[in-house]
């Protein structure tokens, strides 16, 4: 049962952020290049001037405002992730394999992996913590250890994620099941066939 009442919310570099305990959680992050930039140009474009509105009349974001910033950081951007923009290093096995047993590694110690599948530029992970650990750290970890490894065997520097994340409390065992059939069924709609990178099989 979600613990509203812990709710705390952690401004990112384009999006607010809500956590509390017992939450269940749908994470995405991205590659780095995995959107065109003037996507990402027009997007920022937008985000920034609904902020120097509630800014300017000296309030905090609406729930009006605070679903669009959401539109934009997740629904409106699937259709460019899925369309296969970047080098989308995770198409690579032994990339794509890294990423699975980052993921896999403190399954049941610090959190509870319920469903997650990798799509050539971008990761979805349905996720609840256990005890302290925060979900911003156990994302951090996972894109720190993974482009380590990625930058090296590649012989390269530089940002191999996009900084922040998207994550989402679900909010009902009706929206559970929607999210869990939107992970699964991910690679399916997107036309990759006998795509390994799922979790679990359907």
Not at 118 to 138: A, R, T
Request: net charge neutral; with cysteine.
């Amino acid at each position: 049962m979600i613990d509203w009442e812990s709710l705390k919310v952690r401004e990112g570099a384009y999006l607010p952020h809500w956590t509390c305990e017992n939450a269940i959680y749908h994470v995405v992050f991205r590659l780095a290049d995995s959107l065109p930039k003037s996507v990402l140009e027009s997007w920022s474009r937008e985000r920034d001037a609904i902020v120097e509105v509630a800014q300017q009349m000296r309030r905090g974001l609406s729930e009006t405002e605070e679903k669009r910033l959401v539109y934009l950081h997740s629904e409106n951007v699937e259709k460019y992730l899925d369309a296969g923009h970047g080098e989308c290093l995770l198409m690579r096995s032994e990339f794509a394999e890294l990423v699975a047993n980052a993921l896999k590694h403190f399954d049941g110690e610090r959190y509870r992996l319920h469903a997650w599948c990798l799509m050539p530029n971008h990761v979805h992970i349905i996720v609840d913590m256990i005890d302290s650990y925060k979900l911003s750290e156990v994302v951090h970890s996972w894109k720190s250890f993974t482009s380590n490894i990625v930058n090296r065997t590649l012989g390269r520097n530089g940002q191999l994620w996009q900084r922040e994340a998207y994550d989402h409390i679900i909010r009902s065992e009706k929206e559970y099941r929607f999210q869990l059939s939107y992970v699964l069924d991910n690679p399916a709609k997107a036309g990759l066939k006998n795509w390994l990178w799922v979790w679990p099989k359907l």
